[in-house]
């Protein structure tokens, strides 16, 4: 899960690591130094800083096939390198020459963090409409503050969630009976449940 309060480093000396949480506290973040190039592929932190000369061939190798793969948008990725290449293209990065060079640039930390943020939002919205429709699926004749208790919001957000469902395609209907929701058919388009 994408988080706006952490960012990650890799192969970055302990003074570098110091400049870059120091920064940090000042919009109320913390640094987190991976151990390895792995860390960086599973965290959700809303920036990397790579010191790509601290890179191994295969673990430069793995991050391209990585970043490749994914959109990249969300988070953003700092390398320090002596120039473009195939690595920094991958993940669409800001290339810096060296840590001096990042050093007189920290604010992009900052337009990191608020970029993050936005799309934090993003997330959340979308994870809470996921787990409405997981859970109208699962429990035909779920009411309303079921559901805004299982989401944790009120019974007005819940109620728009649903409704945007519904208006993107889902067969969410109301069952006057049992005073709840259920999905037409039990079939869901965003489910998979339709060839």
């Not at 949480?21 to 809303?46: H, M, P, Q, R, W």
């Not at 391209?64 to 953003?76: K, P, R, S, V, W």
């Not at 060079?101 to 939002?121: H, M, R």
């Not at 996921?130 to 859970?135: H, K, P, R, V, Y």
Request: proline share 2%.
């Amino acid at each position: 899960m994408l988080n706006s309060n952490h960012a990650i480093t890799f192969g970055l000396t302990e003074s570098q690591n110091k400049v870059i949480s120091n920064y940090l506290k000042s919009i109320n973040c913390k640094v987190v130094e991976a151990d390895s190039y792995i860390d960086v592929i599973t965290s959700g932190y809303f920036v990397s800083v790579i010191n790509q000369k601290k890179l191994d061939n295969d673990a430069y190798k793995n991050l391209i096939q990585f970043y490749a793969e994914i959109d990249g948008n969300l988070t953003e990725r700092i390398i320090l390198s002596e120039k473009p290449d195939a690595l920094s293209k991958a993940s669409n990065a800001k290339v810096f020459h060296d840590f001096d060079d990042l050093e007189t640039e920290l604010d992009v930390l900052q337009k990191a963090n608020k970029k993050a943020k936005k799309s934090e939002t993003t997330i959340n919205n979308l994870s809470y409409a996921i787990i409405i429709l997981s859970q109208i699926k699962k429990h035909p004749g779920i009411t309303t503050d079921q559901i805004s208790r299982k989401i944790k919001r009120n019974s007005a957000t819940a109620r728009r969630y649903i409704e945007a469902l519904r208006v993107m395609g889902e067969n969410i209907e109301y069952d006057p009976q049992t005073k709840g929701w259920k999905i037409q058919n039990g079939q869901s388009v965003l489910m998979g449940d339709f060839d």
